[in-house]
């Protein structure tokens, strides 16, 4: 599977949430910067120019609407493709995400496999320009496979 190059914004205050969240996304070969509250999401938009973000609809420094609304309403964030992550799975809330622009919703903790596929389909239609591609030297970043049925060896008898 090949995601290098597409950059990532993951808004988490949860440390240990964002940190095992960034290094899943970094195996699949993305480039992730994680931002642990609203103020250091606009310099990280501003640094990285994300593809897409994954925002953290559990924050403490301002409500998670007003945020969406922020995003959808700033020049430089309104086309981004957004996926909003919350511990709450309450249908009125993914309703209200939905109606402020999220295109997606991933309820924590989740499963890395729906992570990998929610980013995966979120990015498809996304492309890369083409200095990114020549940033790597026209190259093909080498990424990790993910674990699945297919590439996973049979186990190996030993005889003694």
Request: proline share 6%; hydrophobic share 40%.
């Amino acid at each position: 599977m090949a995601n290098s190059g597409h950059r990532l914004l993951l808004v988490e205050t949860d440390s240990l949430l964002a940190e095992v969240t960034s290094y899943r996304l970094q195996l699949l070969g993305y480039q992730v910067e994680v931002a642990g509250s609203t103020a250091d999401l606009w310099t990280a938009v501003d640094k990285l120019k994300p593809h897409a973000v994954l925002i953290s609809l559990d924050i403490d420094d301002l409500h998670p609407m007003e945020l969406l609304e922020q995003l959808a309403s700033d020049t430089t964030t309104a086309e981004l493709p957004l996926i909003a992550m919350s511990s709450q799975s309450d249908l009125d809330l993914v309703e209200r995400v939905w109606k402020n622009g999220v295109s997606d919703y991933l309820v924590t903790p989740y499963d890395p496999i729906i992570l990998e596929r929610k980013v995966a389909r979120l990015l498809s239609d996304v492309p890369r320009t083409p200095d990114e591609d020549d940033a790597n030297g026209g190259e093909e970043e080498e990424s990790i496979e993910p674990v699945s049925e297919e590439n996973i060896a049979e186990p190996v008898a030993m005889n003694a």
